[in-house]
């Protein structure tokens, strides 16, 4: 019984351990653009029964409650919070965030294609759009030498005045993408993410249409997490694992009772 004590016991404190993992990378990106908290969510592992409910008692009862001891605890996954930023004023054209659902679209260096929510974009020398990563925004979009007065529209059309022209000339549209789940995105770390299977294919398309957000330019998202929510559940975590640890220290005067008198 007490070595099966120390086993909960000691998930107990793997379980805390990992949630006070989530709480420091969420206040570490405090002040990532566009950044997603993360919360740790968490099951019971299997149950013992010892007696089943229902089971007979005697000839003419049955137990009503049974007996049932839990093995601890597992983490069953880390879910990622999509809440909206606060969008901060930037003034800068090419600061670009999503008011709304939607992600941004950027061709990795493989290829492939990666989404993200941080919209601090910038122009290279050949006019190409990319991100601060150098990664370019799809469809790519390029400013040619000389424009001025670009600018985007909220439903994500870059329109700049070209040299020789009076009006303003369209150069291209943003589009967005939007997931049935996107909190199933898989997070690859510098601000970007992945589809996966549980996210669902992209859905492709005009910003402000089919549910998906609008774009500002002259703004940045801020991250979503709340410092004072993180802090309570880091004093909460902190304890939760005091209490584990006591438990383990215990059930170990426990043990060393029953091998000094028994």
Same mark, same amino acid.
């Given at each position: $019984? ?17 949630? $006070? ?11 990532? +653009? ?12 299997? @149950? *013992? ?18 007996? %049932? #001891? ?19 004023? =930037? %003034?800068?054209? #090419? ?10 679209? !950027? ?7 990666? @989404? ?16 601060? /990563?150098? #990664?370019? #925004? ?9 424009? =001025?007065? !670009? ?5 994500? +059309? ?22 049935? %789940? ?8 510098? %601000?970007?993410? !992945? ?18 957000? !609008? ?6 998202? =801020? ?9 309570? /559940? ?6 939760? @694992? ?9 059930? /170990?005067?426990?043990? *060393? ?6």
């Amino acid at each position: $019984m007490s070595n099966a004590a120390l086993h909960v016991a000691r998930t107990g404190l793997d379980a805390q351990n990992t949630k $006070m993992r989530v709480i420091a990378n969420n206040l570490a990106n405090v002040n990532t +653009t566009g950044f997603k908290k993360d919360r740790a969510d968490f099951e019971t592992l299997a @149950y *013992q029964q010892i007696v089943q409910a229902g089971a007979n008692s005697d000839a003419e009862n049955k137990f009503a409650n049974g007996v %049932n #001891l839990g093995s601890g605890v597992a983490l069953q996954g880390t879910s990622k919070i999509n809440t909206q930023g606060t969008l901060n004023q =930037t %003034n800068n054209v #090419l600061d670009m965030a999503i008011e709304g659902s939607g992600y941004f679209q !950027v061709q990795q260096p493989d290829g492939s294609t990666a @989404y993200t929510r941080a919209g601090n974009f910038s122009v290279t020398a050949e006019g190409t759009i990319v991100t601060s /990563d150098g #990664l370019p #925004l799809i469809p790519q979009i390029t400013v040619p030498q000389g424009a =001025t007065s !670009v600018s985007i529209g909220n439903d994500g +059309t870059v329109s700049a005045t070209l040299q020789g022209e009076s009006e303003p000339s369209q150069l291209g549209q943003i589009e967005l993408a939007s997931f049935m %789940n996107p909190a199933g995105l898989q997070s690859l770390g510098g %601000n970007l993410l !992945v589809e996966t299977a549980a996210s669902g294919t992209p859905q492709v398309g005009v910003a402000g249409l089919e549910g998906r957000g !609008v774009i500002r330019s002259g703004y940045l998202e =801020t991250s979503n997490v709340n410092i004072v929510e993180e802090l309570v /559940d880091m004093i909460e975590t902190q304890r939760a @694992y005091e209490v584990n640890s006591k438990m383990i220290k215990a059930t /170990d005067e426990m043990l *060393q009772y029953v091998n000094q008198n028994i």
